[in-house]
């Protein structure tokens, strides 16, 4: 993103300019989001049913990540941008409607087999919750099942758009699921109690379907049953390592949901909404730089252009470094201010905030891991190398539960929490490993970035907690003012200070702050 003097300068303008599509739409789509997590806090608070909402919803997003969300990045992007090239390019609709057709007809089925056995898979992955919340997870999920189809659909639509480089009604859509929640509990919670949940998600999953489907007229999708076309056979051998990563992620994902349904009714919900903290940088960040760079990334192989994959790879890298370890040290001193202003109001307590809180402090340390993991994966995908993130998936989740098994009895779900932590810097740091045995012209330039930016970080959190104290002792906790002042004072504080201390080091990724801020002014 920076490197544009280095030759073939037309790559890094385009991922910043992508990045910056897709951060946008993530800004509104985690604003939303947020939006969301205070609306279910203060209709549901952090009780059993919404840890039965919990599981519906993990099982749902399990089923779609198994089908579609695990082979958009690994096998669909890098082979519809292939095909996208000019001189394939009068293929390009033939295959992306023979992948359309086949995965849409075995959403269908899936979404069947989600209707028919509920009862068991709840049973298999919340059996620690009572009767009672365990029935109520089982009448979720076969509401919120049909979301899959939608799901699917929308996920083979955005591979299309992004092999493209058209990325800003996928960006939207994704912006605006949530408020298919926002709007349906308000409304119906009274008749439905927690089953506008689940209308909430049907309702998200219809508007993000529905805002990728005008960008597609004239492109010429069909219905097709080639399915023997190579490009098909292609994206199968791609994705049968992810899948069997994928396997083994639900697998990890099911026993910690399993182990936390067993800690308490409402270990769950705090899980749920610490998660959902967590991932706001990771979406705004890693998520939206990985996925813009991912279609350049292929080409770059597809034509063997080695420098400008490893420019493109390297400026990728250090920009997550630049823009993650600002957000995750400021989120780990801001936590409980942070929950308390989403969060505390309704039915969700200070003693909640204060456990939920905890719970975020335990995810964070794998943040920073797990924002770098992204990139480093789609740089192998890029290559057709869906193989070695999956083997190195499979080995992180064994870490994690060596980890959890330790810690659940002295920790309870925090020390899930952490397990997580670990799970995603084993996997990180195997893959950066990996990288540099291949590619290690990155790795000076991307270690001195990482340094910079955690000496910065760590100065600026000094200062932000120093800042939150002393707002905190002076306003109080009551009141919506006073709560946003104590987050919102000290995080601008921090993050302006974090900038010029990177500008002093004379960090050559503070071009990209500036470039995207002033593109965000610009739209």
């Known amino acids: 993103?920076?490197?544009?003097?280095?030759?073939?300068?037309?790559?890094?303008?385009?991922?910043?300019?992508?990045?910056?599509?897709?951060?946008?739409?993530?800004?509104?789509?985690?604003?939303?989001?947020?939006?969301?997590?205070?609306?279910?806090?203060?209709?549901y608070g952090a009780t059993g049913l919404?840890?039965?909402?919990?599981?519906?919803?993990?099982?749902?997003?399990?089923?779609?990540?198994l089908l579609v969300g695990g082979m958009l990045t690994a096998a669909l992007v890098p082979v519809l941008s292939d095909y996208f090239r000019p001189e394939k390019r009068r293929e390009f609709a033939e295959v992306a409607s023979v992948v359309l057709t086949a995965l849409s007809g075995l959403a269908a089925l899936l979404v069947l087999g989600l209707e028919l056995f509920a009862p068991a898979i709840v049973q298999l992955i919340g059996g620690g919750l009572n009767a009672e919340y365990q029935?109520?997870?089982?009448?979720?999920?076969?509401?919120?099942?049909?979301?899959?189809?939608?799901?699917?659909?929308?996920?083979?639509?955005?591979?299309?758009?992004?092999?493209r480089q058209r990325f800003v009604m996928v960006a939207l859509g994704d912006a605006l699921y949530n408020l298919g929640v926002i709007i349906a509990v308000p409304l119906l919670h009274q008749r439905l109690g927690i089953n506008a949940l689940a209308v909430g998600i049907l309702v998200g999953s219809v508007i993000q379907l529905g805002f990728r489907l005008p960008e597609l007229r004239g492109m010429g999708l069909h219905l097709s049953l080639q399915f023997r076309h190579p490009a098909l056979r292609r994206m199968l051998a791609l994705y049968l390592p992810i899948l069997a990563s994928v396997a083994v992620g639900m697998f990890q994902a099911g026993i910690d949901r399993r182990l936390a349904?067993?800690?308490?009714?409402?270990?769950?919900?705090?899980?749920?909404?610490?998660?959902?903290?967590?991932?706001?940088?990771?979406?705004?960040?890693?998520?939206?730089?990985?996925?813009?760079?991912?279609?350049?990334?292929?080409?770059?192989?597809?034509?063997?252009?080695?420098?400008?994959?490893?420019?493109?790879?390297?400026?990728?890298?250090?920009?997550?470094?630049?823009?993650i370890v600002p957000a995750t040290i400021g989120l780990w001193v801001?936590?409980?201010?942070?929950?308390?202003?989403?969060?505390?109001?309704?039915?969700?307590?200070?003693?909640?905030?204060?456990?939920?809180?905890?719970?975020?402090?335990?995810?964070?340390?794998?943040?920073?891991?797990?924002?770098?993991?992204?990139?480093?994966?789609?740089?192998y995908y890029a290559r057709n190398d869906s193989k070695t993130p999956a083997i190195v998936g499979v080995i992180s989740?064994?870490?994690?539960?060596?980890?959890?098994?330790?810690?659940?009895?002295?920790?309870?779900?925090?020390?899930?929490?952490?397990?997580?932590?670990c799970k995603q810097a084993a996997h990180a740091l195997i893959m950066a490993w990996l990288i540099y045995r291949w590619g290690g012209r990155l790795h000076q330039a991307v270690i001195r970035t990482a340094g910079q930016s955690l000496l910065a970080g760590a100065i600026m959190g000094v200062v932000v907690y120093a800042a939150a104290t002393v707002l905190l002792a002076q306003l109080g906790t009551?009141?919506?003012?006073?709560?946003l002042t104590v987050v919102i004072v000290p995080a601008l504080a921090g993050g302006v200070l974090y900038y010029l201390l990177l500008r002093l080091m004379h960090v050559p990724e503070t071009a990209l702050i500036e470039r995207l801020l002033a593109r965000v002014v610009h739209i």
């Open 1 to 43: 993103m920076t490197e544009v003097s280095t030759g073939q300068p037309e790559a890094q303008p385009s991922l910043a300019r992508n990045a910056t599509v897709l951060s946008l739409g993530g800004v509104v789509s985690r604003t939303l989001g947020l939006v969301r997590e205070i609306v279910i806090p203060h209709f």
């Open 334 to 379: 801001l936590a409980e201010p942070v929950v308390r202003l989403i969060a505390q109001h309704g039915e969700f307590t200070a003693v909640d905030t204060h456990w939920t809180a905890l719970a975020l402090r335990f995810y964070l340390p794998g943040l920073i891991f797990a924002s770098v993991d992204w990139p480093l994966n789609f740089s």
């Open 397 to 421: 989740v064994g870490v994690y539960l060596v980890v959890a098994l330790s810690l659940l009895n002295t920790l309870s779900f925090l020390g899930l929490a952490f397990a997580d932590a």
């Open 135 to 163: 029935a109520a997870a089982v009448q979720l999920m076969r509401l919120v099942a049909p979301a899959v189809w939608m799901f699917a659909n929308a996920g083979v639509l955005a591979a299309i758009l992004y092999a």
């Open 478 to 483: 009551e009141g919506l003012l006073p709560r």
């Open 261 to 323: 349904s067993g800690t308490g009714e409402s270990s769950l919900a705090y899980m749920r909404t610490a998660t959902t903290l967590y991932q706001f940088p990771h979406g705004l960040v890693s998520v939206a730089i990985s996925v813009a760079a991912l279609p350049t990334l292929s080409r770059w192989a597809a034509s063997e252009d080695w420098a400008a994959y490893r420019r493109t790879l390297g400026a990728g890298l250090r920009s997550v470094f630049v823009l």
């Open 50 to 65: 919404v840890s039965a909402f919990a599981i519906a919803e993990f099982a749902v997003k399990t089923v779609y990540d």
